[in-house]
């Protein structure tokens, strides 16, 4: 089976910054129509001035499903159909922390935007896909969803949570035509990682074989392969993007 982007429509969640606009850049020069789900306006707006043409943003919090449902349904009326959903809004919360010492209201906050976003943007998104029996959803999960990072419950325990959650949509949706796979990746130079605390950074780092951190580029990569058309035998599955981190 060839690859056929043309006239592919993708949403992409957290899709003006970091790994979802990587894997948006790589999509649109491939000839995908990408629309971006983002709550950064500026972003959005970059966004914009530099792809310029097939190209549509929403400023959508992904924690609120009327904003989800709303823009899924102007999409699927503008588009015709959505082919591609990817799933990378996501945020690491406090870090750095024993769980003790976790908030509650931090950790609620994590699991929200980590993992009921992800089911809730799915949702309004599957029907468009069944309707058409075609569809490649990808969850950005994470390598401490395996293993679990010290310092890191609120994140590592939604990402667990994503896994989780892919391998039974896999199984719900593979007579379907849909495909759902999620990545874990190790630590990936984003905006998200610079904003986290050194000694964090270096305990994720110091844990990867290949001693040194995954670049968006490299993301993008593995994404484009996991929701393309060539993926077809492949559901339920969570890819390893940990240079030789996780190798299971």
């Given at each position: 089976?060839?690859?056929?982007?043309?006239?592919?429509?993708?949403?992409?969640?957290?899709?003006?910054?970091?790994?979802?606009?990587?894997?948006?850049?790589?999509?649109?020069?491939?000839?995908?129509t990408v629309v971006l789900f983002d709550t950064n306006k500026d972003a959005l707006k970059n966004a914009e001035l530099e792809l310029k043409q097939d190209v549509l943003t929403y400023d959508v919090d992904v924690t609120n499903f009327e904003q989800i449902d709303k823009a899924v349904h102007d999409v699927a009326v503008r588009c015709k159909r959505i082919d591609i959903l990817i799933n990378a809004a996501g945020i690491t919360g406090e870090t750095n922390i024993k769980s003790?010492?976790?908030?509650?209201?931090?950790?609620?906050?994590?699991?929200?935007?980590?993992?009921?976003?992800?089911?809730?943007t799915f949702k309004a998104v599957a029907p468009y896909m069944l309707e058409h029996r075609y569809g490649r959803v990808l969850n950005v999960a994470s390598v401490s969803g395996k293993e679990g990072n010290a310092g890191m419950v609120s994140y590592s325990s939604s990402k667990?949570?994503?896994?989780?959650?892919?391998?039974?949509?896999?199984?719900?949706?593979?007579?379907?035509?849909?495909?759902?796979?999620s990545i874990a990746p190790a630590v990936v130079r984003t905006g998200m990682v610079a904003a986290m605390p050194d000694e964090q950074v270096k305990y994720m780092t110091d844990k990867?074989?290949?001693?040194?951190?995954?670049?968006?580029?490299?993301?993008?990569?593995?994404?484009?392969f996991i929701v393309s058309a060539e993926n077809s035998f492949t559901t339920g599955f969570t890819y390893d993007l940990t240079g030789g981190r996780a190798v299971y």
């Open positions: 089976m060839k690859n056929n982007w043309n006239n592919k429509t993708a949403i992409i969640t957290g899709g003006a910054n970091g790994l979802g606009w990587a894997t948006a850049q790589r999509l649109h020069r491939a000839g995908v003790h010492e976790v908030s509650l209201e931090d950790f609620e906050r994590v699991w929200a935007i980590n993992v009921k976003g992800s089911l809730a667990a949570a994503v896994i989780g959650m892919t391998k039974s949509q896999g199984k719900e949706y593979a007579e379907t035509g849909i495909s759902i796979n990867i074989p290949m001693k040194r951190c995954g670049e968006m580029e490299e993301f993008a990569a593995m994404a484009m």
